[in-house]
Every structure is written in C-alpha cells, then in structure tokens.
C-alpha cells in the first residue's frame, strides 16, 4: 500500500465510511479517532507498521509526537511520563519486547499510569507471535498480564481491535491501570470492512505533572500502599470490561470458552462437525476474568473445553475459578489443544474431535492429505540475505579468515541471524538482543577456542552498549564484530540513533560507535566496509592476533535502504554512469567461491558457468573482488554519452 493510500485513510475525516483496512491500520486509525498523542515504539513484528503510520503522519496532527525508541524500555518509560502529565500515550513492541520493558513497567502498573489529578491513559499493544512466523522463540507474554495486573484484551478480529481502542483508554483513565492489548499476525495482518469515526480533535495544548510522592515514588511504604490498590483498581474494573465478553447460548452439556483468533477457528471447527447448540463464552478481557459471567456459563454444563494458543494461561485461571466455587464440571484443554505454534481451524477440529471421541469426516481426511501433498510440491524457500547485502559480504570475510572447526560464533538478533542456514553455518547460539556477545564474555573465561561475537549497530543502542561494558570490565578475549547499516533493517529499515534522523522525520546527530567503543575502554578499534572482502579479511586476521577485547565496525549502509534513496534521486536526475558485472563464461571454472562461499542471490548457476541476473544485481562489486580466475567482469557504461561505454 502506497504512501499517498495510507496518509489518506489514516487523516481523512468521514464519520460512518466503511473502508477495508488491515489490521495494523485499522488501529493506526481507532488511535487517532482516539486522540493518542504520545506513541513510542522499537519496532517488532507483527505490529511495527503502526509505529511506520505514525511516523508519516504525525506532524499532520497538532501536538501528536512520534518516537523510534532505542528499546523498549525507554519507550514504556517515556509513554508513562507522557500519561503522568496527563496525555494519551501509548507504547508498542512485539511479545519479547516485554522481557526488555518487563522492569519498568511493573513499577508503572503498581503505581498506575494516570495524573495524579486522573488524566492521562496508557496502553500497551503488545505483538504475539504464535508458530514463531516473525520472531526467534514464541513465548506467551500474556503471563505478564496477570503478574504485573494489566487490564488485558485481547480482540478476535480487526473491527474489535479498532473499536476497543477507545474504550480501553476510557479502562486506564477511569481506574488508572495500564491497558494490555495482545495482537498476533491474524489481526494485525488481516484486511477486514470497519468504520471510520470522526478524528478527535488535535492542538498543541502541554500536558503537566502533578506531584504525589506516596503515587510516583515506589519505595516503602508507599510500594506497599500501591499494591495493595491495585489489587482494588482490579477487583473494581471487572463490572465494567465484562461488556468485552459474551456468552453465544446453546443447549448441549459440553461448552468452550475461548479468547483472540481461536474464536473464530472454534467456530469454523462446530460448523464442521455441525455442531450449532454448543454454548461458547467469548473472552475479549482475559484478566481479570469474569467470574461472575464464567458461572453463569458453566453452571449447566458438564464438560468445558478451553481453546487458547500456547500456554494454558486461560485455562489455569478457569480451573481456579472452578475449585473455589465448587464448579463440578469437568474443564480440560491443553490435553486436547497443542501448547506450541499457531492453532488454525484443522488444529481446532482434530482437538474437539478427541475431546468428543468423534471420527473425523473422510472429506476431513482427504483435504488434509491433499494439503500435505500440495505442501510437497512447493519449493522450500529458507530467509536469505538480499542480494547486495553488506552483512552477506561481511559473512563471507569471516568465514575466509577463520577456522571453523575452532571457532564460537556468537550470533545475534538481526538480519545476520540468517547466517546459520546452509551453506554460511556461521551461528553456534542466537539468545536475544546482544546476548551474543554476552554469551560469548562467559564462554572466553572457560574456552581457549577463539570466539567471534556479532551484533547490529541497532541492537548496540538496544542493550549492546551494557554487555560491551561487561566484556571490557573483564578483558574478555572476544572478537565484536558490529554490523553498522544504519538503520534497523530486519524490521524493514527503520530508523534508530545511528540513522541521523527521528521519527518524526527530523535530522538528529549521529553518535561515533568508534569513540564510543573507545571512551569504554576497548583497546583495539577498527572500522572497515565489508565490500572491500580483502580489507575486511586481513582485518580479522589481524584481530585473531590480539588479546583481550577486540571490535570491528563493519560499515556499509543496508543495500535495500540506499537503493531507495537513490531511486528517488536518480528520478529527478540522469545518472552520470551506470556500474555493470557480469560473468565471462570462459573464464568461470565453477569453483564456488561466489556461489558457496558468498551465496549471493543474484547469482545463477547454469551448466558450465555461472552468471549474474541483472535484475537482482545491486552492482555492490564483491563477486568482482574476490573471484579468484577474475571472471567476474566490471563494465561502467556512461548513458549521458552517446552509447560510451
């Protein structure tokens, strides 16, 4: 969807028009109708493209502010300092951002995130991640709800994600707690019809901040005080988010209780099985649950089937509300629903049909096997880096230069990732952002094997600077290499602190990641652009003969950006020359040094030789360098001449 699309849908303002919109934009809008007026996020699948919305139209919006955080601790801390003067604010990050604004935020939800004076609101739309689709692990971060006492909805479709917007705001104001939205991929990446409401009305107008130390201060005892309101902040919420939840009526013995997307896949699943009289209680707000609405549901029944991805978080709280008031129901789920990856409705049907002793339908049988045979015939497509990419270039010098058979790699979370799959193989460990190196501190003190950490120039400003605080307090014998591209590139290219701009679009300095690597104490500092493979070679090489800590900034900015950029200067210019490579077939001894050691993927292998899809190509050169029979052939053609070349 293009630019001119997106401003348009977010900023027009015609109440009751009915447009399709995906997920993330449908919120975007929901927010605005709303009246946000601080959002802060460090981006994360599935729901960084809110954050990419805000950034375009903010400075439409009279005292809307849009931030890029460095982490997700510092956007959760700057939207509650926001909320505490008094101004919508919301923060957004993907399920394990959670871990990293984990901290912060339970210290906020116990002191609530209202003025003193009770303006204000905070809410937190958190992305999951089921089957792992964006993301290196799928933990359920719905527990965090429950431990820190958010009010956590949780919408089935993309109109109840725009809808409830509002009224979770009207939730943290009104009882000053922190509103937990959870999304996952099928809502924030779903296209559905909603309504469009009128904007709220935007000015420049300051919030202020009211002092209350027994509210702000979170020392004893006011700690103390502050839990023991939040307890009653949330026993006096539940009348009021039990509006969020519905009972569907039926008359059989046998009930589910369901919460998100799995609504909609328990529904398909009784449909199949034509099962229409079977009562269901919807959960839009899983914490607190209603227990008044979970009586009523149950009191008839005789056996409860929970439908939940991941975890048993519902299901727990279920069975505890059924043994406090004597509920003799039998309640069941992960028994019959698998605790890892993304339910769908195939997954629904084969747990009810356990859970029943029903036989599936041959017709069931034969669609799922004709899936499977279909799944078959389509090519297996693993993540791969963009042909071009500095980090593949980069990948290739490290694998030149060291031994792998005695070499740790210590890889991270970023596009480099990618390097364990075949045939690179260069990441023994991936644990979070900047627990690479991390890793590889302690494993320098116990292995005399050499080690090599990697880490994005985004994931440095994240938690990277710490943990190279910690390598240089302990001298640890460790190889960092920090890939600088400029910009958080596995998101898609958004912007951090070594981008020189904001997001709001505004020019910002970008800080020397050499001096700063240096005012901490790291001895030996290089800085090499890794489409010079040679250079960066030697350069490893020189660093495998010291000792202690040693960094490599490996400085290219990320192809995919820069193309942009100059698409969009050459579209008003004639370009002064054009870089061509090519291959020459008769030189070409199909030795693999570009096609398995470089792996790029403008490459082409053919019977006798390889070549070069010009489609692909981005002209970045290092397939010319490191061809070791020089047939790799460089030509620059000059279009401003006639036909020089």
């Given at each position: 969807?293009?630019?001119?699309l997106?401003?348009?849908?977010?900023?027009?303002?015609?109440?009751?028009?009915?447009?399709?919109?995906?997920?993330?934009?449908?919120?975007?809008?929901?927010?605005l109708?709303?009246?946000?007026?601080?959002?802060?996020?460090?981006?994360?699948?599935?729901?960084t493209?809110?954050?990419?919305?805000?950034?375009?139209?903010?400075?439409?919006?009279?005292?809307?502010?849009?931030?890029?955080?460095?982490?997700?601790?510092?956007?959760?801390?700057?939207?509650?300092g926001?909320?505490?003067?008094?101004?919508?604010?919301?923060?957004?990050?993907?399920?394990?951002?959670?871990?990293?604004a984990?901290?912060?935020?339970?210290?906020?939800?116990?002191?609530?995130?209202?003025?003193?004076?009770?303006?204000?609101?905070?809410?937190?739309?958190?992305?999951?991640?089921?089957?792992?689709?964006?993301?290196?692990?799928?933990?359920?971060?719905?527990?965090?709800?429950?431990?820190?006492?958010?009010?956590?909805?949780?919408?089935?479709?993309?109109?109840?994600?725009?809808?409830?917007?509002?009224?979770?705001?009207?939730?943290?104001?009104?009882?000053?707690l922190?509103?937990?939205?959870?999304?996952?991929?099928?809502?924030?990446?779903?296209?559905?019809?909603?309504?469009?409401?009128?904007?709220?009305?935007?000015?420049?107008?300051?919030?202020?901040?009211?002092?209350?130390?027994?509210?702000?201060?979170s020392?004893?005892?006011?700690?103390?005080?502050?839990?023991?309101?939040?307890y009653?902040?949330?026993?006096k919420?539940?009348?009021?988010?039990?509006?969020?939840?519905?009972?569907?009526?039926?008359?059989?013995?046998?009930?589910?209780?369901?919460?998100?997307?799995?609504?909609?896949?328990?529904?398909e699943?009784?449909?199949?099985f034509?099962?229409?009289?079977?009562?269901?209680?919807?959960?839009?707000?899983?914490?607190?649950?209603?227990?008044?609405?979970?009586?009523?549901?149950?009191?008839?029944?005789?056996?409860?089937?929970?439908?939940?991805?991941?975890?048993?978080?519902?299901?727990?709280?279920?069975?505890?509300?059924?043994?406090?008031?004597?509920i003799?129901?039998?309640?069941?789920?992960?028994?019959?629903?698998?605790?890892?990856?993304?339910?769908?409705?195939?997954?629904?049907?084969?747990?009810?049909a356990?859970?029943?002793?029903?036989?599936?339908?041959?017709?069931?049988?034969?669609?799922?096997?004709?899936y499977?045979?279909?799944?078959?015939?389509?090519?297996?497509?693993?993540?791969?880096?963009?042909?071009?990419?500095?980090e593949?270039?980069?990948?290739?010098?490290?694998?030149?230069?060291?031994n792998?058979?005695?070499?740790?790699?210590?890889?991270?979370?970023?596009?480099?990732?990618?390097?364990?799959?075949?045939?690179?193989?260069?990441?023994?460990?991936?644990?979070?952002?900047?627990?690479?190196?991390?890793?590889?501190?302690?494993?320098?003190?116990?292995?005399?094997?050499?080690?090599?950490?990697?880490?994005?120039?985004?994931?440095?400003?994240?938690?990277?600077?710490?943990?190279?605080?910690?390598?240089v307090?302990?001298?640890?014998?460790?190889?960092?290499?920090?890939?600088?591209?400029?910009?958080?590139?596995?998101t898609?290219?958004?912007?951090?602190?070594?981008?020189g701009?904001?997001?709001?679009?505004?020019?910002?300095?970008?800080?020397?990641?050499?001096?700063?690597?240096?005012?901490?104490?790291?001895?030996?500092?290089?800085?090499?652009?890794?489409?010079?493979?040679?250079?960066?070679?030697?350069?490893?090489?020189?660093a495998?003969?010291?000792?202690?800590?040693?960094?490599?900034?490996?400085?290219?900015e990320?192809?995919?950006?820069?193309?942009?950029?100059?698409?969009?200067?050459?579209?008003?210019?004639?370009?002064?020359k054009?870089?061509?490579?090519w291959?020459?077939?008769?030189?070409?001894a199909?030795?693999?040094?570009c096609?398995?050691?470089?792996?790029?993927?403008?490459?082409r292998?053919?019977?006798?030789?390889?070549?070069?899809?010009?489609?692909?190509?981005?002209?970045?050169?290092?397939?010319?360098?490191?061809?070791?029979n020089?047939?790799?052939?460089?030509?620059?053609?000059?279009?401003?001449?006639?036909?020089?070349v």
């Amino acid at each position: 969807m293009r630019f001119a699309l997106e401003e348009k849908v977010l900023v027009k303002g015609n109440p009751n028009e009915r447009v399709m919109l995906i997920g993330n934009m449908a919120m975007a809008r929901g927010l605005l109708e709303t009246g946000v007026q601080f959002v802060s996020q460090y981006p994360g699948t599935p729901v960084t493209d809110i954050g990419v919305y805000f950034s375009r139209i903010a400075k439409k919006f009279p005292g809307l502010y849009f931030q890029w955080a460095s982490n997700e601790a510092a956007s959760i801390t700057a939207a509650a300092g926001a909320s505490w003067c008094g101004i919508k604010s919301l923060t957004l990050m993907k399920h394990v951002g959670m871990n990293v604004a984990a901290d912060a935020l339970s210290v906020i939800a116990l002191n609530g995130p209202t003025s003193a004076d009770g303006r204000g609101g905070l809410l937190v739309i958190c992305g999951g991640d089921p089957g792992s689709l964006g993301s290196h692990q799928e933990q359920n971060e719905r527990f965090y709800s429950w431990m820190f006492h958010l009010c956590h909805f949780e919408p089935a479709n993309v109109v109840e994600a725009k809808e409830w917007i509002p009224l979770a705001y009207d939730i943290s104001q009104k009882f000053d707690l922190v509103s937990f939205y959870r999304i996952t991929s099928r809502i924030a990446h779903t296209v559905e019809e909603v309504e469009l409401k009128s904007l709220a009305e935007y000015n420049e107008e300051k919030g202020k901040f009211i002092k209350n130390i027994p509210k702000y201060c979170s020392l004893p005892p006011h700690c103390i005080t502050n839990h023991r309101r939040l307890y009653e902040r949330m026993e006096k919420v539940v009348p009021s988010v039990s509006r969020f939840n519905r009972i569907i009526p039926g008359d059989s013995k046998f009930g589910i209780i369901t919460a998100g997307p799995p609504f909609g896949y328990t529904v398909e699943a009784l449909r199949y099985f034509k099962l229409d009289d079977v009562p269901i209680l919807k959960l839009g707000v899983v914490n607190p649950l209603p227990e008044r609405q979970f009586l009523e549901f149950a009191q008839n029944l005789d056996r409860i089937l929970v439908v939940e991805e991941l975890e048993p978080f519902v299901e727990i709280e279920i069975k505890r509300l059924a043994q406090e008031h004597h509920i003799s129901a039998e309640i069941t789920g992960k028994k019959y629903i698998k605790n890892w990856g993304e339910l769908n409705p195939n997954e629904v049907v084969s747990g009810i049909a356990k859970f029943l002793e029903m036989p599936l339908i041959d017709s069931f049988d034969r669609k799922l096997q004709k899936y499977q045979e279909y799944l078959k015939l389509v090519p297996p497509r693993p993540p791969t880096f963009c042909a071009g990419c500095p980090e593949r270039a980069l990948l290739y010098s490290i694998k030149a230069a060291t031994n792998e058979a005695n070499t740790i790699y210590a890889g991270d979370i970023g596009c480099y990732v990618m390097s364990f799959f075949p045939p690179l193989g260069l990441t023994d460990w991936v644990i979070c952002m900047s627990g690479g190196l991390g890793a590889a501190v302690g494993a320098a003190m116990k292995t005399d094997q050499e080690i090599i950490a990697l880490m994005g120039d985004s994931t440095f400003y994240h938690t990277g600077i710490q943990i190279l605080v910690n390598a240089v307090y302990n001298n640890a014998n460790v190889i960092l290499i920090i890939l600088d591209n400029s910009w958080t590139a596995m998101t898609g290219g958004h912007p951090n602190p070594n981008s020189g701009i904001n997001g709001m679009g505004e020019p910002t300095p970008i800080p020397s990641m050499r001096d700063i690597c240096k005012s901490l104490g790291v001895p030996w500092v290089r800085v090499v652009d890794p489409y010079k493979p040679k250079l960066m070679t030697s350069t490893i090489l020189e660093a495998r003969k010291q000792s202690g800590l040693k960094v490599i900034i490996s400085q290219r900015e990320c192809m995919l950006q820069a193309r942009k950029r100059m698409q969009k200067v050459f579209s008003k210019l004639v370009p002064q020359k054009w870089d061509f490579y090519w291959i020459e077939s008769e030189r070409c001894a199909m030795c693999g040094t570009c096609a398995q050691n470089l792996c790029c993927t403008a490459l082409r292998r053919n019977t006798d030789y390889m070549s070069i899809d010009q489609e692909r190509c981005t002209a970045c050169g290092v397939c010319y360098e490191i061809c070791p029979n020089s047939a790799v052939i460089h030509t620059v053609i000059n279009p401003h001449l006639d036909g020089g070349v």
